[in-house]
């Protein structure tokens, strides 16, 4: 796996697509790279349903695979929003296999039944939630959530129970932005002088409006404790004509970070890149024009099966963003959440992963590989678990500074393990033994009442809210 990083050539991360590569999509052959690169024609043409799909390839795609998008969204807890940006990076000649298709477009033939132990609210963002749209885990920063919608939605999603409308197996409440109902947050960060750091996501801040960006962006500027602001959005990757055409939003996010700067604070950027296959020279001109008006923007990457789980993608991920002066800042072990088990890699996957990324390149642009716990433990780094066994795939995580006294378990898929652990898996009664004995090899004293609550996690409840299936 080593040597592998080493073969990769130094330079590949410095070519930047600049083709007209949308052309080759049949319904857009004849759109110009005026309209192309237009924000407003990206949303407006933007693919919401399959027949959608079946139009502007023509007979590019064939009918079974047709067949199998339609009986994936049948399962799927997203629906779909793609940009023509990213619908054109699809290799079409070779969809199934295509790292941006799987990210957005699900297809049956390679879904898999979820984990005994997934959970839809697998953060415990709502169990950690003192008043709506805002989760309170870590002592100094909180987690805003304005909107739940997004200009594309991805299959893997960790906020599948709310974002992007209700499918045939979920029921959302999604919620456009709407400023009435924000002054709860508001007030609460208002009254916890400790937080100093807030994520504005979702959702996704492409899809509040200027004055929306304006009004959350001065709200919270405003509170003396509040030292730093985080726009998420995945925006940069998948909507990159928005930060070089819509010069409105571009405007208010601007004067927020000028206004933040002059109060000594920070607003910046944080994206979400997942694939090189995802960059060309749209990415690099929107990065630049950040970095032009001093804007730090970070990245947060998912691990996902047969997207970037692989070397040579994630190294040159990693050396792409750093050479667009985007800092990459996470990569995630996918969470637990339902319609994604064939996305989702082992933890020692991930950690072998880690060390092949680094010593490629700087430090400050390695970035960090976490485990964000599921149950509501924060993120911790891919290495740093308590106990892992490897044949069952199940890892056990403290968190003292977040939940002290508890423990987390996250678990690989069961179809990555060998075929006598799968037995395991399928009886309830063997499969909750290997949990204790996990728990009590990891040499972690917890109290009685610590083990219940794992318990209950494990036995979903609640947490499994809103699905139909
Ligand atoms: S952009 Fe973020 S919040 Fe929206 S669907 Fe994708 S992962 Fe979920």
């Known amino acids: 796996m080593l040597d592998r990083a080493r073969d990769l050539g130094?330079?590949?991360?410095?070519?930047?697509?600049?083709?007209?590569f949308w052309r080759e999509i049949p319904g857009?052959?004849?759109?110009?790279?005026?309209?192309?690169?237009?924000?407003?024609?990206?949303?407006?043409?933007?693919?919401?349903k399959l027949d959608q799909v079946q139009s502007v390839l023509g007979s590019r795609i064939c009918p079974t695979f047709i067949d199998d998008i339609a009986a994936g969204l049948k399962i799927a807890p997203m629906n779909i929003r793609i940009t023509p940006y990213v619908f054109s990076l699809i290799d079409w000649d070779n969809p199934a296999d295509d790292p941006l298709r799987k990210q957005f477009l699900p297809i049956a033939s390679q879904m898999l039944p979820d984990h005994p132990y997934y959970m839809a609210d697998s953060l415990y963002e709502d169990v950690?939630?003192?008043?709506?749209?805002?989760?309170?885990?870590?002592?100094?920063?909180?987690?805003?959530?304005?909107?739940?919608?997004?200009?594309?939605?991805?299959?893997?999603?960790?906020r599948s129970r709310?974002?992007?409308g209700s499918t045939e197996t979920v029921d959302k409440d999604t919620y456009g932005p709407n400023p009435a109902n924000w002054e709860p947050a508001f007030e609460y960060l208002r009254n916890h002088p400790q937080v100093e750091d807030v994520?504005?996501?979702?959702?996704d801040a492409f899809n509040l409006t200027p004055r929306y960006i304006r009004l959350i962006g001065e709200a919270l500027l405003e509170i003396p404790h509040i030292r730093r602001l985080r726009y998420a959005t995945k925006g940069v990757a998948i909507l990159p004509m928005k930060i070089l055409t819509d010069n409105e939003w571009m405007d208010a996010f601007l004067d927020i970070h000028r206004r933040g700067r002059k109060m000594g604070k920070q607003v910046v950027i944080h994206t979400h890149f997942s694939s090189p296959r995802e960059i060309t020279q749209y990415s690099m001109d929107a990065a630049r024009r950040f970095f032009d008006e001093g804007v730090v923007v970070r990245n947060q990457a998912v691990l996902q099966e047969g997207v970037n789980n692989s070397i040579e993608d994630m190294v040159l991920l990693t050396r792409q963003l750093a050479y667009m002066n985007i800092r990459p800042y996470y990569v995630y072990v996918h969470d637990m959440v339902p319609g994604c088990e064939h996305l989702r890699t082992t933890l020692w996957e991930a950690v072998q992963l880690e060390k092949s990324v680094r010593g490629t390149t700087a430090g400050f642009n390695t970035p960090t590989f976490v485990c964000d716990a599921p149950g509501g433990g924060g993120k911790r780094h891919v290495a740093s678990y308590e106990y892992y066994?490897?044949?069952?795939?199940?890892?056990?995580?403290?968190?003292?500074?977040?939940?002290?006294?508890?423990?987390?378990?996250?678990?690989?898929?069961?179809?990555?393990?060998?075929?006598?652990?799968?037995?395991?898996?399928?009886?309830?009664d063997s499969r909750l033994a290997m949990v204790h004995e996990a728990i009590r090899r990891s040499n972690y004293e917890i109290s009685d009442m610590a083990r219940t609550k794992i318990a209950e996690r494990l036995e979903g409840g609640a947490a499994r809210s809103g699905e139909k299936r």
Not at 11 to 20: G, P, Q, S
Not at 403 to 425: C, I, M, N, T
């Open 10 to 20: 130094e330079l590949d991360h410095r070519t930047f697509r600049n083709d007209e």
């Open 389 to 428: 066994d490897r044949e069952n795939g199940i890892s056990v995580w403290s968190s003292p500074n977040v939940k002290p006294g508890e423990l987390f378990l996250y678990f690989d898929p069961v179809h990555r393990l060998s075929r006598d652990a799968q037995e395991r898996w399928g009886n309830g």
């Open 28 to 48: 857009w052959r004849d759109v110009t790279p005026q309209e192309f690169g237009n924000h407003l024609w990206q949303s407006k043409h933007s693919i919401r």
């Open 199 to 203: 994520v504005i996501s979702g959702g």
């Open 162 to 164: 709310i974002i992007g």
């Open 128 to 158: 950690d939630s003192p008043v709506p749209m805002l989760t309170h885990r870590y002592p100094d920063k909180v987690l805003f959530l304005p909107l739940t919608t997004c200009p594309v939605y991805c299959s893997y999603c960790t």
